[in-house]
T-cell receptor, first 112, second 114 residues
Framework: KNQVEQSPQSLIILEGKNCTLQ??????????LRWYKQDTGRGPVSLTI?????NTKSNGRYTATLDADTKQSSLHITASQLSDSASYIC???????????FGKGNQVVVIP | GAGVSQSPSNKVTEKGKDVELRCDPI?????LYWYRQSLGQGLEFLIY????????KSGLPSDRFSAERTGGSVSTLTIQRTQQEDSAVYLC????????????FGPGTRLTVT
């Protein structure tokens, strides 16, 4: 079973609208959680990183939340733009483990 | 360059041929990782280098896959006798000492086996 589950798998939204992507994880002991954005044909690029004590972190129109008790994170995209069309990957790291646990990604398509 | 670079960006090869994929990590990054990303799937860990040694190569799917790293820098991933199921994007990432969670990814090599 994948240690990081993301939903929805894909979604289409109108330009200018908001959307929220979900990430649930079972990784333990938890170290930190990152959201990456991967444009088609490109490598993933880090958007945010959150540690155990952080509940929310923003990067421009992207806002990530973390609930370490329920092991859930979300990524909220505000006022979406066409350039937001990409795959958003939730990545969780564990103390003492050099391997990262990757979700399969949320595929977002923004249409005009 | 400032980022992780990979070459080639695209590779089309015939089934049964060998291929070599190259990764040039960020200068000073001692850790290097290879991942495979198949269509619609998450990133699949292949191998991890710390310097020139590979303490974790458990993700390599078969003995047709091998990787090496020389001079603590450039790494090559070799796939022998390619099969169609090897078609995927192969991503390389690197990180600074002690920050394995902060991986910087290259653009990937898209491998197509016909």
């Amino acid at each position: 079973k994948n240690q990081v589950e993301q939903s929805p798998q894909s979604l289409i939204i109108l330009e200018g609208k908001n959307c929220t992507l979900q990430c649930n994880y079972t990784v333990s002991p938890f170290s930190n959680l990152r959201w990456y954005k991967q444009d088609t044909g490109r490598g993933p690029v880090s958007l945010t990183i959150m540690t155990f004590s952080e509940n929310t972190k923003s990067n421009g129109r992207y806002t990530a939340t973390l609930d370490a008790d329920t092991k859930q994170s979300s990524l909220h995209i505000t006022a979406s733009q066409l350039s937001d069309s990409a795959s958003y990957i939730c990545v969780v790291s564990s103390y003492g483990n050099n391997r990262l646990a990757f979700g399969k990604g949320n595929q977002v398509v923004v249409i005009p | 360059g400032a980022g992780v670079s990979q070459s080639p960006s695209n590779k089309v090869t015939e089934k049964g041929k060998d291929v070599e994929l190259r990764c040039d990590p960020i200068s000073g990054h001692t850790a290097l990782y290879w991942y495979r990303q198949s269509l619609g799937q998450g990133l699949e860990f292949l191998i991890y280098f710390q310097g020139n040694s590979a303490p974790d190569k458990s993700g390599l799917p078969s003995d047709r896959f091998s990787a090496e790293r020389t001079g603590g820098s450039v790494s090559t991933l070799t796939i022998q006798r390619t099969q169609q199921e090897d078609s995927a994007v192969y991503l390389c990432a690197s990180s600074r000492p002690g920050t394995e969670y902060e991986q910087y990814f290259g653009p990937g090599t898209r491998l197509t086996v016909t």
